[in-house]
């Protein structure tokens, strides 16, 4: 696996929330074919799941490799899409991106 990383943070949305078993049932077969397919192509880093019995609007996270932020985004995307869910996303390389802390006060930089 190769690119920056992203968290694609998987929350519920009303359509799930108040779906079928039917619904629930299609939207859970979507998402597992999604996740495969994520890796296959060898995109999927690891995935965690809300704690069983959990009620809290957030179900689940994904860590993703991808070239940037856009490629990301079009994964959430197409994950929602299979899921039923919102999907957040985070880029998780983004401190080692960023622009370098200046030195505290008093401190010169050497």
């Known amino acids: 696996m190769s690119g ?3 968290a694609l943070i998987l929350v519920r949305n009303e359509r799930s929330a108040h ?20 890796r296959r192509w060898r995109l999927l880093v690891t995935a ?7 009620q809290g ?3 689940g996270c ?9 490629s990301a985004r079009s994964l959430a995307d197409s994950c929602s899409a299979a899921a039923g869910h919102r999907v957040t996303v985070l880029e998780l390389d983004a ?16």
Do not use: Q
């Open 4 to 6: 920056r990383r992203f």
């Open 19 to 38: 779906a079928s078993a039917a619904e629930l049932g299609r939207l859970t077969g979507e998402f597992a074919a999604w996740v495969a397919a994520l």
């Open 48 to 54: 965690g799941a809300a704690a069983e019995g959990d």
């Open 57 to 59: 609007a957030v179900r």
């Open 62 to 70: 994904l860590i993703v490799a991808a070239s940037d932020a856009l």
């Open 95 to 110: 401190v080692a991106a960023a622009v370098p802390v200046p030195p505290a006060a008093g401190r010169s930089a050497a």
